[in-house]
């Protein structure tokens, strides 16, 4: 039985170790052509650079099923058929093929480490990542690309979009994505499609809206930088965390406003007592050391306090004075229920 077994084990599970060529550094077709006669039988090869417009196919590396890295920069390719039998890929950077349409000959490849397309202006479509697991996976510049539809894996440890303008981030079959990084995007809609531990967010973009983490439940981590045009900051989830000591943010060189967590703060206070205009109710003062007063409350209300993790801390009934005393330093949420038209009244304040 067990010799019956290792007989249906796929040849390139057996331990062979990689060919190495002579000459690495591929520039002519003739040359990548005679691998298959210099290198009869290898299915794992470990470094091959190739690169030059007298590329015009790779099909000759169909015979591998195991590639450590490989660089196809500046040729001619139009697809990448022969890439079309790898299961397992360290290092695959596709860069400045000008002629290249699709990359569907990737969808058997189950593992990569690291993946980089790069500035391919012909290509239209990301479909053919199909990968179970991607450790880094860097997109950028590939011009006609404007959606990441059609995208798959089971999990990806770090991804990058790099200069690369996409109408939306959706339209993937990803299952999970640990960190995302957008540098110089040009909006950020579909971001709440995944739902990373942490986000990076750099580099002169012009977005104004970040309100698409507010549904994202693993985020953890958060840098904003170098938006020029960001100035609102104070997203639920970002008021909500401020003080979690569970949860990192930077800010840094964006619009005023969201320079700082003192910035940040300050407009979470001011800019969601959502109902005090059309009820004139507010809560005062606001950063509070003990008690807290609602003023123009008409009767009697029932309140509700939540920490930063969305959890109730304390409830009761309240004719205009809520005692706050025994709560730890913070920023919480105050609801407000029956004092009102709407259904429930809310109020962030910061307990000193």
């Known amino acids: 039985m067990v010799v019956l077994l290792f007989l249906y084990l796929p040849f390139y599970s057996i331990a062979q170790p990689p ?5 690495k550094n591929i520039t002519r077709q003739s040359q990548l052509d005679s691998i298959s006669l210099l290198y009869p039988g290898c299915y794992y090869l470990e470094n091959i650079y190739i690169s030059g ?3 015009f196919n790779v099909k000759i590396l169909s015979q591998f099923t195991k590639l450590d890295h490989i660089v196809i920069d500046k040729t001619s390719i139009k697809n990448l ?3 079309e039998n790898l299961v397992w890929v360290g290092n695959l ?15 058997d490849i189950k593992y990569i480490d690291f993946i980089s397309l790069l500035s391919n202006n ?4 990301f479909e053919g990542i199909e990968s179970d697991t991607i450790n880094h996976f860097i997109i950028g510049g590939n011009s006609k690309c404007k959606s990441f539809e059609r995208v798959k894996s089971k999990y990806i440890r770090k991804l990058w979009f790099h200069l690369q ?3 939306s981030l959706s339209g993937h079959e990803i299952e999970k994505v640990d960190t995302i990084e957008l540098f110089k995007p040009d909006n950020i809609l579909g971001l709440n499609s995944f739902d990373p531990i942490k986000i ?8 104004n809206d970040i309100s698409e983490i507010n549904t994202l439940n693993r985020l953890s981590e958060l840098i904003l930088a170098f938006n020029k045009n960001l100035s609102m900051c104070s997203t639920d989830l970002i008021c909500r965390n401020l003080d979690n000591p569970s949860f990192s943010i930077s800010v840094y060189s964006n619009a005023p406003g969201c320079n700082s967590k003192a910035e940040i703060r300050q407009k979470c206070i001011t800019s969601t007592n959502q109902n005090e205009t059309e009820n004139e109710l507010s809560i005062f003062p ?3 050391h003990e008690s807290l007063r609602i003023s123009e409350l008409d009767g009697d209300g029932s309140f509700s306090i939540y920490n930063h993790v969305g959890a109730l801390v304390q409830k009761g009934s309240t004719a205009g004075d809520v005692d706050v005393s025994g709560l730890p330093q913070g920023m919480y949420v105050l609801t407000l229920t029956g004092v009102t038209s709407s259904d429930k009244t809310v109020f962030r304040f910061v307990k000193m």
């Not at 060919?19 to 000459?23: A, P, V, W």
């Not at 990076?200 to 977005?207: L, R, T, W």
Request: glycine content about 4%.
């Open 93 to 107: 950077q596709i860069t400045s093929n000008d002629s290249l349409l699709n990359i569907i000959s990737l969808s």
């Open 81 to 83: 058929n022969g890439l």
């Open 165 to 167: 303008k996409l109408d």
């Open 53 to 55: 417009k007298d590329i």
């Open 200 to 207: 990076d967010i750099v580099g002169f973009s012009p977005i």
């Open 122 to 125: 012909m290509l239209s479509s």
């Open 286 to 288: 606001n950063p509070v």
């Open 19 to 23: 060919c190495t060529l002579q000459n």
